[in-house]
């Protein structure tokens, strides 16, 4: 039976190129322009699985996702890290200098501007989706608009790439988590990483106290995230992942922080999507 996997944004896009290399190629995909809508489509059942961008090398986290997963009580269940690759692509028989306008979404523009910065002449719009805009110039055959997309778009819609690799950085990666409203039935063996979300008492030393238990209970801080707790002036929930070689270690630590925070929640033990 095939998979329907949430993406945000269309066929060709970023999401569909994770959810491609986690499912393979036989899924049934359910295009998404939100996060929003993407989280809706599992919550109302229309979507078995969620592709969701997390963070970015370059932008940073993309912080409302994490209030997403946490608020709808979603699971993670797996990662992908994909390397983004931009390039700027328009209908055949066109050059950079019959482009008058670029459209994309405003992470693909904040990556590539200063490779526009070489041509003032055109005006950067932002859109929801890069996939998207390339489906839209396909479809109505727009002249002189070009979509910043993954090459696989290109190719999708038939579209001819004007300039390679404009993205500023080169080394610039997206991590995108796996979701889904169930908890994941992943075996011990294959688990090496957990997202976990802790509130704390607001007092000197409550946050090194936990850091100090990680650590203790050989657990390898990859990433820390502070959320304000809506309602709650001047209090803060954090979100970190850790990765771990043994899963007894990592129960220890759980534990011992459910003790020591306000409220502690498992977001998703998984596989590290690190090679």
Known sequence: MKQTIAIQGAEGSNHHKVARNFYGTTI?????MSFDFLVDSLLNKTATIGI?????????????????????NLHIIGEEYLNIHHHLMALPNQKITDIKEVCSHPMALLQCKEFFKKYPHIKLVEDVDTAEVAKRISTNKLKGVAAIAPKTAADIFDLHIIEDEIQTIKDNATRFVIIQTTAPNNGINEINKASLKFQLDH??????????????????????????VIESPWKY???????????????????????????TKVLGTYKNGRK
């Open 28 to 32: 049934q995909l359910k295009e998404c």
């Open 237 to 263: 929930s954090f979100f970190v992942d850790v990765t771990f070689n043994d899963y007894k270690d990592y129960q220890k630590a759980i534990a011992i922080i459910k003790i020591m925070a306000l409220e």
């Open 203 to 228: 007092k000197r030393g409550s946050l090194a106290a936990i850091l100090n238990v990680l650590s203790d209970c050989k657990m390898n801080l990859t990433k820390i995230q502070s959320l304000p």
């Open 52 to 72: 969701m961008a997390l963070e970015n090398t370059i932008a940073g986290s993309i912080i409302p996702n994490y209030a997403l997963i946490d608020k709808n």
